[in-house]
């Protein structure tokens, strides 16, 4: 995927990482019919310091009015430049499962810049079926796709066993970003953007925290832990 000429190069991938957020704030603002936003209140609304959303924004040259702040419209149209979103970019979903099927209607990805133009699975019994508009299509499709520039990121929403194999399919049909669903550790050659996605773990690290909350109730005593490893 190119970047677009305008987009500011050298964002740090932190802030990059935040950009969507202020994007989401600034979309509610908008439907509210607010014009402009101090940077103290986008920085509530999106969950940073006001510092801190100051120093993301000045990465896209963006500092804001003092006693004005920031315009929401010219605002949201930098935060989508810089993401990439003033273009839609059509995206091919693997594995027809609940998960895969669930991501195949949700309506947010037009919304977002985002076109799901194709939709497979490796199984005979699945392929066919219509689901949101589109059919089912064999992986053999993702040649096709792939002559047609129709594959610009691959989402994997297959069992754990099949990701890698997906994963070296996609990158095969000269995909160069991948959002990975499945569980385990996939390996993309270095020049592929590849980012996952772990519900178990993000669950995990949610009991974590709620058992600190709880006071620590159900933490093994380390006394107890290092006679047993004695």
Same mark, same amino acid.
């Given at each position: 995927?190119?970047?677009?000429?305008?987009?500011?190069p050298?964002?740090p991938?932190?802030?990059? +990482?935040? *950009?969507?957020?202020? =994007?989401?704030? /600034? %979309?509610?603002?908008?439907? #509210? $019919? &607010?014009?402009?936003?101090? !940077?103290?209140?986008?920085?509530?609304?999106?969950?940073?310091?006001? +510092?801190? *959303?100051?120093k993301? =924004?000045?990465? /896209? %040259?963006?500092y804001?009015? #003092? $006693? &004005?702040?920031?315009?929401? !419209?010219?605002?949201?149209?930098?935060?989508?430049?810089?993401?990439?979103?003033?273009?839609?970019?059509?995206?091919?979903?693997? %594995?027809?499962?609940?998960?895969?099927?669930?991501?195949?209607?949700?309506?947010?990805?037009?919304?977002?810049?985002?076109?799901?133009?194709?939709?497979?699975?490796?199984?005979?019994?699945?392929?066919?079926?219509?689901?949101?508009?589109?059919?089912?299509?064999?992986?053999?499709?993702?040649?096709?796709?792939?002559?047609?520039?129709?594959?610009?990121?691959?989402?994997?929403a297959?069992?754990?066993?099949?990701?890698?194999?997906?994963?070296?399919?996609?990158?095969a049909?000269?995909?160069?970003?991948?959002?990975?669903?499945?569980?385990?550790?996939?390996?993309?050659?270095?020049?592929?953007?590849?980012?996952?996605?772990?519900?178990?773990?993000?669950?995990?690290?949610?009991?974590f925290h709620?058992?600190?909350?709880?006071?620590?109730?159900?933490?093994?005593?380390?006394?107890?832990?290092?006679?047993?490893?004695?």
């Amino acid at each position: 995927m190119s970047a677009e000429p305008n987009a500011k190069p050298g964002i740090p991938d932190a802030t990059v +990482a935040r *950009l969507p957020g202020y =994007l989401r704030a /600034l %979309g509610q603002l908008t439907g #509210r $019919g &607010v014009s402009s936003v101090s !940077s103290e209140e986008l920085a509530e609304s999106s969950g940073v310091s006001s +510092a801190k *959303l100051r120093k993301d =924004l000045s990465h /896209l %040259g963006s500092y804001g009015v #003092r $006693g &004005v702040g920031y315009d929401v !419209s010219h605002l949201s149209y930098q935060i989508s430049r810089a993401l990439g979103l003033t273009r839609d970019w059509p995206v091919v979903i693997v %594995g027809m499962g609940n998960l895969g099927r669930a991501l195949a209607s949700y309506g947010g990805f037009a919304t977002k810049g985002f076109e799901v133009v194709a939709l497979l699975d490796h199984d005979p019994q699945v392929v066919g079926a219509v689901i949101d508009g589109l059919t089912v299509e064999p992986m053999s499709a993702l040649a096709r796709l792939s002559a047609e520039g129709s594959a610009s990121i691959g989402v994997i929403a297959t069992p754990a066993g099949s990701a890698q194999t997906v994963a070296d399919a996609l990158v095969a049909a000269g995909v160069t970003s991948v959002l990975n669903f499945a569980g385990g550790v996939v390996h993309v050659p270095e020049e592929v953007h590849l980012r996952k996605v772990d519900l178990s773990t993000e669950l995990q690290i949610l009991a974590f925290h709620e058992q600190r909350r709880a006071g620590g109730a159900g933490l093994p005593d380390v006394a107890q832990v290092a006679r047993g490893m004695s």
